[in-house]
């Protein structure tokens, strides 16, 4: 097995501890009925995530983005090899990986992104492969962390080369 992959999958099997609780995709009142869209979210496209079902820093990626207005499609892969095999086919490079690997609107969203670089994303349309938050950055969504230090979201295109889509200072 190559060493980026070998990390890759450390990196994912790291994920693997937290508490299994379910996504939504709906929002609900607090009296369990569904609530209406927002227009935000009405002119959001779905997000559709993979991720495995004990990841609980996914989760909260998946809960910060839906607070940003997305409507969130979650979907538990049974493990890490099957996760692979979706970045894999997502084009995502072995060293951009994270725990979790979401569709967008044509675009690949690898791992902790704010969601206001994934908005970002959307309203400039680059003529890129994607954007990731390479590893599991402290104090990016999902990883809250106090005083983390900056990470950097870098975007790849189809010919693998790549660049730094934007420096994110945790808040």
């Not at 099997?13 to 569904?34: V, Y």
């Not at 609107?105 to 670089?117: F, I, R, S």
Request: proline share 8%; charged share 20%; with cysteine.
């Amino acid at each position: 097995m190559r060493r980026l992959d070998f990390l890759a999958l450390a990196l994912l099997a790291a994920c693997g501890t937290a508490d299994a609780t379910p996504d939504a995709s709906a929002t609900a009142d607090a009296g369990g009925s569904l609530v209406a869209a927002t227009a935000e979210q009405q002119q959001l496209p779905s997000v559709l995530v993979y991720k495995t079902a004990t990841c609980g820093c996914c989760h909260g990626w998946v809960e910060h983005m839906q607070a940003a207005g997305f409507t969130v499609d979650a979907r538990d892969v049974p493990g890490n090899v099957e996760l692979m095999g979706i970045k894999a086919d997502a084009g995502v490079p072995a060293e951009m990986s994270s725990c979790h690997t979401s569709l967008i609107d044509g675009y690949v969203v690898e791992g902790h992104v704010p969601a206001d670089q994934v908005k970002r994303l959307l309203a400039e349309r680059p003529s890129i492969v994607g954007i990731a938050a390479p590893g599991m950055p402290a104090g990016s969504p999902g990883m809250d962390i106090p005083n983390s230090p900056p990470y950097d979201i870098i975007a790849w295109r189809a010919d693998g080369t790549r660049s730094v889509f934007a420096e994110v200072t945790p808040r």
